[in-house]
């Protein structure tokens, strides 16, 4: 049986750092690291992504012409006659049907009462009942034009609670439809309008003209 011959301290320290020195690395070695290199983990931080852009130069013209709103958008466009301009799709003596200019899906419609008042308790008998009426003509015109799936009704009353226009009462109803929350608006954080507002002002304005005329005929509500 021989002795085994021990190294000095320095020889070995050398044989040490000799073995843990990583030899060249080809391009075989390079493949198969990064093959069983296990894929890093995405840190989880709460905050939802940031919004993506749809740019949209064509635009800027408008932009450039708008000015901050002024005073009540619902008791304006009351006081105007431009139904066109304004969105305006039916009216009432003391109510008003009109398109929402940044809509959350096509035929996204508001009703309003035509007097400035905040909330229901302050309507009279005359304001809710045309304020209805408008309600119910809304979901009829949508029914016909855009067949959705559902609504969505919506009254946001306050500035807490996040109206935009917190002492004009205005009711929302926002068409649904089954799938039409898709991967833009969930992880693009984009919500894509197949229609332009003017195409949906006028598929609306015809679907109540012609229930006025199958109601003057006695053949609808």
Known sequence: MSARVRRPAAARSRAARTAAKPGPVTPKRATRRAATR???RQRVTGIAPARDRLWAPWRARWIRAAHPPQGCLFCRVAAMESDRTDLVVARRPN???MLNRYPYNPGHLMVAVTRHAARVE???????RDWLDLVALAERALAAAYHPHGLNYGVNSGRVAGAGFPDHLHLHLV???DGDTNFMPVIGAT???PESLGVTWRRLRDAIATLARRRGRGQGR
């Open 38 to 40: 296990p894929e890093p």
């Open 95 to 97: 109510a008003l049907l």
């Open 122 to 128: 302050a309507l009279t008998d005359a304001e809710r």
């Open 175 to 177: 068409p649904r439809w």
């Open 191 to 193: 919500r894509v309008l």
